[in-house]
């Protein structure tokens, strides 16, 4: 297996992987053609092209039976490793939700970049860029009903969803815990970044407002 990333990770990933091991993968660093813009959505589809260089020269020595576009996990910014002529998986995905207006509290100073975000979403569906991108899939996985049902309507019927996470199974309860009369206090732990989109304050509210927790 070969894994292509950008050259900003590799130290993180040879500091892990001298004292983890992983058989059978390499690891192929590909940095920015530019960082003069801010978008990081921008920078990633720049990235792409980049990438696809990659892929293309290693294909040449490799012969790939499938490539697998896992991140960005976002229906706005497709793969475009469909062009090294290699079946291509597109997602596990998301990206086609939208926060409903009495949600945009949450956001704080990134409520105005989150209706952008949602107009942008909006207009994905009118984008023949992306109709034609992801009609170059060979499969098309999505992580949710929102970017299901976006993917659709842009012509790919054969879309299957898909988790996006993978937890063992004894990480979740098998039943409704109860905390009202537990004096100690409830410790939670989130993976992820601290960005509003990820909804941490709104988990926060919807957890002091419950009495049982699953």
Known sequence: MHVLTALVNREKIQGQIRDNPVPGVTFHYVDYPTKRFRSEEMRYFLWQW??????????DTEGFDVVHHITF??????????RIGVPTVFGPVGGGQTAPVSMLEYFGSDRKKEQARTLLTRAIKYSPFHRYWLSKMSSVLV??????????????????TMFDVIIPDHFVAPNPRQFENNPRPLKILWVGTMRPLKGLAL????????????
């Open 143 to 160: 992580a949710n009903r929102e970017t299901y049902d976006l993917v659709r309507f842009l012509g790919r019927k054969d879309a299957e």
């Open 73 to 82: 996990g976002s229906v706005h910014v497709p793969s475009q490793l469909w």
């Open 203 to 214: 988990s926060l509210d919807i957890l002091a407002d419950r009495k049982s927790v699953v």
């Open 50 to 59: 980049a990438a696809v260089k990659s892929a293309r020269e290693l294909n």
